[in-house]
């Protein structure tokens, strides 16, 4: 079956470093792949996505994803994080088969002051 | 341009009740999808309903059902409430020829005691 696997359940990372949030992702076809976050209580925004066009998505807030083919990998990454960036984030497939798309359980992202 | 709206935000009832939950999505989106997410983990896909029938439906028992109108709001309804149904529901709209960007609500909070 489809999966998609985000290889960490939570990540900590001070203000001012980077930020990698790793996605794996099964897809029989030439994926289309998404991240999107979920602040504390409030409804899930999309952050970015990946449709085969440029394999170096960027997205909103600074964040940016690299496609990997090769590696069936979307990981995420931001240079610089940020307090605000404290969040839930998701890394999303669109099944190959039908409408669906197929969530990653979740990365918690902290930040350290 | 109000977003992805969601009634009610909380919901509270008692095992065996019937519920009903509603959406209205973004304005020029005419595809509603409903997922459920239990604490902790990512959403689960219920059913996507386009141009008033439901063209996709996840992997739910036929206690979920669900309705969209002609200006494309949309409700959820779960029957016979089982304790296990308490999580957010989220209400997600897309348009036509972007059915994989999806907008979400804030979710509707359902707890069954």
């Known amino acids: 079956a489809q999966s998609v696997t985000q290889l960490d359940s939570h990540v900590s990372v001070s203000e001012g470093t980077p930020v990698l949030l790793r996605c794996n992702y099964s897809?029989?076809?030439?994926?289309?792949l998404f991240w999107y976050v979920q602040h504390p209580n409030k409804g899930l925004q999309l952050l970015l996505k990946y449709t085969s066009a440029a394999t170096l998505v960027k997205g909103i807030n600074g964040f940016e994803a690299e496609f990997k083919k090769s590696e069936t990998s979307f990981h995420l990454t931001k240079p610089s994080a940020h307090m605000s960036d404290a969040a839930e984030y998701f890394c999303v497939v669109r099944a190959d088969s039908n409408y669906q798309l197929i969530w990653g359980a979740g990365t918690k992202l902290i930040i350290k002051p | 341009d109000a977003g992805v709206t969601q009634s009610p935000t909380h919901l509270i009832k008692t095992r065996g009740q019937q519920v009903t939950l509603r959406c209205s999505p973004k304005?020029?989106?005419?595809?509603v999808s409903w997922y459920q997410q239990a604490l902790g983990q990512g959403p689960q896909f219920i059913f996507q309903y386009y141009e008033e029938e439901e063209r996709q439906r996840g992997n739910f028992p036929d206690r979920f059902s669900g309705h969209q109108f002609p200006n494309y709001s949309s409700e959820l309804n779960v029957n016979a409430l089982l304790l296990g149904d308490s999580a957010l529901y989220l209400c997600?709209?897309?348009?036509?020829?972007?059915?994989?960007?999806?907008?979400f609500g804030p979710g509707t909070r359902l707890t069954v005691t």
């Open positions: 304005s020029g989106h005419d595809t």
């Open positions: 897809s029989s076809y030439s994926p289309s």
């Open positions: 997600a709209s897309s348009p036509r020829l972007a059915i994989y960007e999806q907008y």
